[in-house]
């Protein structure tokens, strides 16, 4: 079994800092893309942030500048350093990682748990 684990999440006062991360642990043969979405009470879940092996990252345009993604492989983890978090920000957020669990399993999405990020002073 795979697990994702959050943690990080809480309140910030809007021109703080947040770091946000997620750790996988289980059966785990290789593991590719690992990326940050996050979905606001009546919105769909969006990508935040996104992560290759390699290194190569995406984000979308509003984080741009303010949040960095980053991951560690020794450690399985991906984290969201989240800089100037402004009041729209706030969101559930989630991680996502691509994860073969075996040599013989095919490579599929595994999911956080979520973890609340609230903006406001």
């Known amino acids: 079994q795979v697990q994702l684990v959050e943690s990080g999440g809480g309140l910030v006062q809007p021109g703080g800092s947040l770091r946000l991360s997620c750790a996988a642990s289980?059966?785990?043969?290789?593991?590719?893309?690992m990326g940050w979405y996050r979905q606001a009470p009546g919105n769909q879940r969006e990508l935040v942030a996104d992560?290759?092996?390699?290194?190569?990252?995406t984000y979308t345009h509003s984080v741009e500048g303010r949040f960095t993604i980053s991951r560690d492989n020794a450690k399985n983890t991906v984290y969201l350093q989240m800089n100037s978090p402004k009041p729209e920000d706030t969101a559930v957020y989630y991680c996502?990682?691509?994860?073969?669990?075996?040599?013989?399993?095919?490579?599929?999405?595994?999911w956080g748990q979520g973890t609340q990020v609230t903006v406001s002073s």
């Open positions: 289980g059966s785990i043969f290789s593991i590719n893309d």
């Open positions: 996502k990682i691509h994860i073969a669990p075996s040599r013989w399993e095919t490579p599929r999405d595994y």
């Open positions: 992560i290759t092996t390699d290194g190569i990252t």
